[in-house]
């Protein structure tokens, strides 16, 4: 079976369909006359034998032949049990796995000095930059391949790509503001209330006189201690929150991309194109796990108990791999080429906003620092971490 859209802009009629330049009799549903962006199936009876390339043929009524060629025949994946479990052990073997192993550079990171640690933060945003230029790049390999030129895929990519990175810039720094205001309301609220039932039990010692002028002093003093109270919870809070929020972020970001990719793998695998093999599981697993210590590195300084940490990292973890199994479902039982398009360019605005926010806390952390902002570990941790996802992506 064949799928056909009209991309042109007037109404066609296929009048036949070939096989390696072969007429063969075939079914055309709902019917042979097809509408501007309309979509038809064309249903061929063929002995396919699996693994042999062919070439099939669409004519039109005024003699226009379109071709799409397949490099291996393969049945089309059926929507069973079977078939779930298979995309299901591809995700966690592509997405969980390698993230969660990545997770465990936590501990080692917690333990290096301000330096290393800068080096790590500025590695992080290597792999993150690395990740979004290659979905943008897998965006026009699909365009180029699998998308018709009257959806101008390159123009919605960058729409799409913009968009969740404004969208998404906007969402966490709101997120952020109002968990600090929360939070210090919260505290204000505790600490007004435990010196209110102080101030009433030293009423009863004073006069009328003192209490009245004390009162006065003591508003003031408040006002003022309040003020100070504020602006110290404020700068704690925003210490605290801010890599959490990054790096749940990156843990987003890095989900959108990985479902893209299990879009990817689904689809390839659809077609008859991948290979299941240890050395591509390997590649697969050695490239992501790089992205576990993406989502690491901004929260490895952060006091925390070690109960609530692990928590948040295998939480986060998650939400960075499990997507890679939902991808794998739909890329192969329902790929569309223009939801792998949105997607994936989801997926790089996401990144582009994560690295953003890190950018800043690298460049807000370093200024509490002795060193400048390029300093020599912010340099070369950006390069290797460029560096890795180079080197790593050349075993897939």
Request: no cysteine; proline share 4%.
């Amino acid at each position: 079976m064949a799928s056909i859209r009209n991309t042109g802009p007037l109404e066609i009629v296929v009048s036949q369909a070939d096989i390696n330049d072969r007429i063969q009799p075939a079914a055309i549903e709902p019917s042979n006359s097809i509408t501007r962006l309309g979509e038809a199936k064309v249903m061929i009876p063929f002995p396919w034998i699996p693994g042999i390339p062919y070439e099939i043929g669409i004519t039109t009524s005024d003699g226009t032949r379109f071709s799409k060629s397949v490099e291996a025949a393969a049945l089309a994946p059926t929507p069973d049990a079977n078939q779930a479990l298979l995309f299901t052990s591809l995700g966690v073997y592509v997405g969980v796995i390698p993230v969660l192993i990545g997770l465990m550079w936590y501990p080692y990171i917690r333990r290096i000095s301000i330096g290393k640690y800068s080096f790590f933060l500025s590695l992080t945003a290597g792999l993150l930059i690395f990740l979004g230029i290659d979905a943008l790049l897998e965006v026009n390999e699909i365009v180029n391949q699998n998308l018709a030129a009257v959806f101008n895929g390159q123009a919605l990519s960058v729409l799409v790509t913009i968009s969740s990175f404004i969208v998404l810039l906007y969402t966490s720094e709101r997120l952020t503001q109002r968990a600090i205001e929360k939070a210090v309301l919260k505290k204000n609220n505790h600490s007004l209330a435990s010196s209110s039932s102080v101030g009433k039990l030293g009423k009863s010692e004073k006069s009328t006189t003192e209490r009245q002028g004390g009162e006065i002093y003591n508003k003031s003093a408040k006002i003022s201690s309040s003020t100070q109270e504020v602006q110290i919870q404020l700068q704690r809070y925003q210490q605290l929150l801010k890599p959490l929020t990054i790096s749940m972020m990156i843990a987003i970001g890095i989900g959108l991309h990985n479902f893209g990719e299990g879009l990817a793998i689904g689809a390839a695998m659809l077609l008859g194109e991948v290979a299941l093999s240890t050395f591509l599981i390997v590649g697969f697993t050695l490239h992501n796990t790089t992205e576990g210590l993406a989502i690491v590195a901004p929260i490895a300084k952060i006091e925390r108990s070690r109960r609530m940490m692990i928590r948040r990292l295998v939480t986060m973890g998650l939400i960075a791999g499990v997507p890679t199994i939902a991808g794998t479902w739909i890329g192969g039982f329902l790929y569309s080429p223009i939801a792998a398009v949105i997607f994936l360019s989801v997926g790089a605005g996401a990144i582009f906003q994560v690295v953003y926010s890190l950018i800043s806390w690298i460049s807000h952390h370093q200024k509490s620092a002795p060193s400048s902002p390029l300093s020599g570990h912010v340099i070369a941790g950006f390069i290797t971490g460029l560096l890795i996802m180079y080197l790593t992506g050349l075993l897939l």
